[in-house]
T-cell receptor, first 114, second 113 residues
Framework: GAVVSQHPSWVICKSGTSVKIECRSL??????MFWYRQFPKQSLMLMAT?????????EQGVEKDKFLINHASLTLSTLTVTSAHPEDSSFYIC??????????FGSGTRLTVV | KQEVTQIPAALSVPEGENLVLNCSFT??????LQWFRQDPGKGLTSLLL?????REQTSGRLNASLDKSSGRSTLYIAASQPGDSATYLC????????????FGTGTRLQVTL
């Protein structure tokens, strides 16, 4: 149980275009969703925390106008990378809080901007 | 600001060896610590969670310990197998429910035949 489905698993886009990444909780309601970014051979860096029905809280240094997060329902959260540039190429992972202590993670999205 | 460091950054061992991965954190005011496994290009799989009041947790061949006062945790893997090859990440949270995680730098483990 407690599965988060993340799509797409990989995407290649042209510089200047926007890309949307979706995370769906399949068998539970995700009140809180976390979005992480991971560069090659590096750890996960938290980008933002989103709560259903409210604005996301962004970490310091993360451009909220560039990385748009929407958490309109308890089963869907989306991250849109707007006007993507090659430096936005990275591995993006979502995570949902489950219960008091646990977390479940999506399978990640490899974004390549050319 | 919480900083989490893992040593070693990479490790290669022959099959069957027991091994220890280390995780240290700078702020001992944590709520819990978790160990995750990440396969290349994949998401994370939770391995063990230790609450701040606990000292260790075990699951199969894995044993994780926590020493809050010294800011350290270890993940012990017994009788390593090639299938254990992956990156292992530790992460700490400061508060309880729906708290954000601060991840360590990771240890890339390769178990050879």
């Amino acid at each position: 149980g407690a599965v988060v489905s993340q799509h797409p698993s990989w995407v290649i886009c042209k510089s200047g275009t926007s890309v949307k990444i979706e995370c769906r909780s399949l068998d539970f309601q995700a009140t809180t969703m976390f979005w992480y970014r991971q560069f090659p051979k590096q750890s996960l860096m938290l980008m933002a925390t989103s709560n259903e029905g409210s604005k996301a809280t962004y970490e310091q240094g993360v451009e909220k106008d560039k990385f748009l997060i929407n958490h309109a329902s308890l089963t869907l959260s989306t991250l849109t990378v707007t006007s993507a540039h090659p430096e936005d190429s990275s591995f993006y992972i979502c995570s949902a809080s489950i219960g008091t202590y646990g977390y479940t993670f999506g399978s990640g999205t490899r974004l390549t901007v050319v | 600001k919480q900083e989490v460091t893992q040593i070693p950054a990479a490790l290669s061992v022959p099959e069957g060896e027991n091994l220890v991965l280390n995780c240290s954190f700078t702020d001992s005011a944590i709520y819990n610590l978790q160990w995750f496994r990440q396969d290349p290009g994949k998401g994370l799989t939770s391995l063990l969670l230790i609450q701040s009041s606990q000292r260790e947790q075990t699951s199969g061949r894995l044993n994780a310990s926590l020493d809050k006062s010294s800011g350290r945790s270890t993940l012990y893997i017994a009788a390593s197998q090639p299938g254990d090859s992956a990156t292992y990440l530790c992460a700490v949270s400061r508060t309880g429910t729906a708290s954000k995680l601060t991840f360590g730098t990771g240890t890339r483990l390769q178990v050879t035949l």
